[in-house]
């Protein structure tokens, strides 16, 4: 034997060293966060400066002009939502550990929720990867049984036998008298093995075993071949000397939830792939059979041209069968779809899947599969089951929808201080709050709804970036928060002329009220829980006004009638804000997702 390239120049010491580098992984939910806290830290710096020249020349006394602008710079961040950003994605991973799905990285849960395909091999995914040997067909007169000794001897000679060998060793025993003298293993790029045996009677025979149009050229036999795959069978050839021999059918178990998991993708705007090195017609049938749509229109991947990138690109994109794919045609199919604009998703369970498996924006391994395969991939399916893949999609559109929901509320938060700092800077007059008033708000209007709103039940896609979404709306429902804080301390400090301790009542009465509308609003669709939820709180804080050893710690007093109606009107002018803003950012929302979906559709398969 020849060794053209040993050591570190070898092609499994490539694939190895190329598996072996670590690439984090990309999650554009937290990346979003940090672009909501770096726009805040800048908004914040000319805030506070303007905040404590505002409260200098208030007139207070000092301690107690540090003290509100204390409370107005505090305000200004929204402590809490990246805890329970990472809070919200752990959960998730303890979701799905326990429907045995090993997520190894905290961001995968929330990459297979915004994939747009999914690229699944045929073998080990759609089927279960057991194979049983149907029948064999011998060619031109040969002997059935000579087949059969032939085929014992290929099978349980095999020191490392493959899924098909191992369907032929459980259907054909090994026979007496045959010598093996030399062999050469499978490959995956050739696609076929051989061995040389001494038969009984002191003959020796070579024999190839592969896939038919690798091992012979012969019209009738390839034709034959053609009719069986139709069925969804897989079809091996074995050659004796050069002829063709046989022909050996096999069928795939097709897993028992493969149609309703493709069913589910398709019903979530997910387009599958599948790429297979079996024979194009075979991989067609079976995927046709399980409902994946456009599956009759296989390409071979024998006939694309990797050095034409438009073209190898656009074959890609139009067709959703490949058969006769080598891994190194796997990895530039991923990065065709990736530069089609696609979040891919890729399952696989051998070594050859490694390194497309670790290209694509998220990695699946079965659990059944290589080492290497397990060491890459960000998600391990432990029961080999497909079916698990909707409960990880469904688990991670839950995050990205409550984590937007839940960065509403933080942002209310920080727009209404931006405000108010800023109102009350320009006017020179005392900052509405204390510390202990907006702890009380952060807790019972923030903190506690933001923690149950995170790890609820959600649904719906999940496409694109939510900081324009989650900003949009957080400007209407800050503003609408300061209307109405500000509206009531105006008036009762202003026109009323009533004491400091009452307008800052009226204004965290005021507050709160409109936090309460805000919770309703971010909370849709109102179950009986969420209902429990918003009445809970709204309870929760009302105490601090009612019991009284509670409005003393956080200094705060009983209100007449006057200043009661004047703090229902800001409510009211603040709710109205809220209700007017909501309504025109969702038609807003609704036109951006109307053009969001027509770029899309460019970039899907067949678009």
């Not at 079976?286 to 438009?310: N, S």
């Not at 290589?370 to 999609?393: H, I, N």
């Not at 700092?421 to 509405?432: C, L, N």
């Amino acid at each position: 034997m020849r060794a053209h390239r040993v050591g570190a120049a070898a092609f499994a010491a490539d694939l190895t060293e190329q598996a072996r580098r670590f690439a984090v992984t990309r999650s554009p939910l937290q990346a979003d966060v940090t672009t909501i806290l770096r726009v805040v830290a800048v908004a914040v710096v000319p805030a506070a400066a303007l905040l404590v020249s505002g409260q200098v020349r208030s007139g207070l006394p000092a301690r107690e002009a540090a003290t509100r602008a204390v409370a107005g710079v505090v305000t200004m961040v929204p402590e809490g939502l990246l805890l329970l950003t990472s809070v919200a994605l752990a959960v998730g991973i303890v979701r799905l550990g326990a429907r045995r799905c090993l997520v190894k990285e905290l961001p995968a849960v929330e990459l297979l929720a915004r994939v747009t395909v999914v690229c699944v091999d045929k073998t080990g995914t759609l089927t279960a990867g057991a194979i049983e040997l149907v029948r064999t067909e011998p060619l031109d007169g040969t002997d059935p049984a000579d087949v059969r000794a032939a085929l014992g001897a290929l099978a349980h000679g095999d020191p490392n036998p493959n899924a098909t060998m191992r369907a032929v060793a459980a259907a054909c025993p090994s026979p007496e008298g045959w010598t093996e003298t030399a062999r050469v293993p499978f490959d995956s790029a050739r696609k076929w093995s051989g061995a040389t045996f001494t038969s009984p009677d002191g003959e020796v025979r070579e024999f190839v075993v592969g896939a038919p149009e690798f091992v012979t050229g012969d019209a009738v036999t390839l034709a034959r071949v053609a009719e069986i795959v139709a069925d969804g069978h897989r079809v091996v050839l074995v050659t004796a000397g050069g002829t063709p021999h046989a022909l050996l059918v096999l069928e795939e178990q097709v897993r028992p939830d493969a149609a309703d998991t493709i069913a589910y993708f398709g019903r979530q705007g997910v387009t599958l792939k599948v790429i297979s090195g079996d024979n194009p017609a075979t991989v067609a049938a079976i995927a046709d059979r399980l409902g994946v749509p456009g599956a009759r229109r296989a390409v071979d991947a024998r006939t694309l041209d990797d050095g034409d990138v438009a073209g190898f690109d656009a074959a890609v994109l139009d067709a959703t069968t490949f058969g006769r794919v080598t891994p190194h045609q796997k990895r530039a199919m991923v990065g065709a779809l990736q530069r089609a604009g696609h979040v891919v998703a890729m399952t696989g369970d051998g070594v050859n899947d490694v390194l497309a498996l670790k290209d694509a924006d998220l990695g699946i391994a079965m659990g059944q599969g290589s080492a290497a395969m397990r060491a890459v991939a960000s998600v391990v399916l432990l029961d080999d089951a497909f079916a698990s893949l909707p409960a990880v999609v469904a688990e991670g559109r839950r995050v990205i929808a409550n984590i937007e929901r839940v960065a509403v509320l933080f942002l209310t938060k920080t727009v209404a201080a931006l405000w108010l700092a800023t109102t009350t800077g320009v006017a020179g007059i005392p900052y509405p709050f204390l510390p202990r008033h907006l702890s009380l708000i952060s807790a019972t209007t923030i903190g506690i709804p933001a923690f149950v709103l995170a790890l609820a039940p959600a649904a719906g896609p999940a496409s694109g970036s939510f900081v324009r979404r989650a900003a949009a709306r957080a400007v209407v429902t800050g503003t609408a928060a300061a209307v109405g804080a500000g509206g009531a301390f105006a008036v009762v400090d202003g026109p009323l002329g009533r004491p400091l301790v009452e307008a800052q009542t009226a204004a965290t009465a005021a507050l709160v009220a409109v936090m309460l509308a805000v919770l309703v609003v971010v909370a849709r669709p109102l179950t009986w829980r969420r209902v429990v939820l918003v009445v809970g709180m709204a309870l929760a804080s009302g105490t601090a006004f009612v019991v009284a050893p509670a409005r003393r710690f956080l200094d705060l007093v009983v209100l007449d009638a006057a200043v009661v109606m004047v703090t229902v009107g800001a409510v009211a002018a603040g709710v109205a804000t809220l209700l007017v803003g909501n309504l025109m950012v969702l038609r807003r929302t609704a036109r951006g997702e109307v053009r969001e979906r027509t770029r899309s559709e460019k970039v899907r398969p067949g678009g």
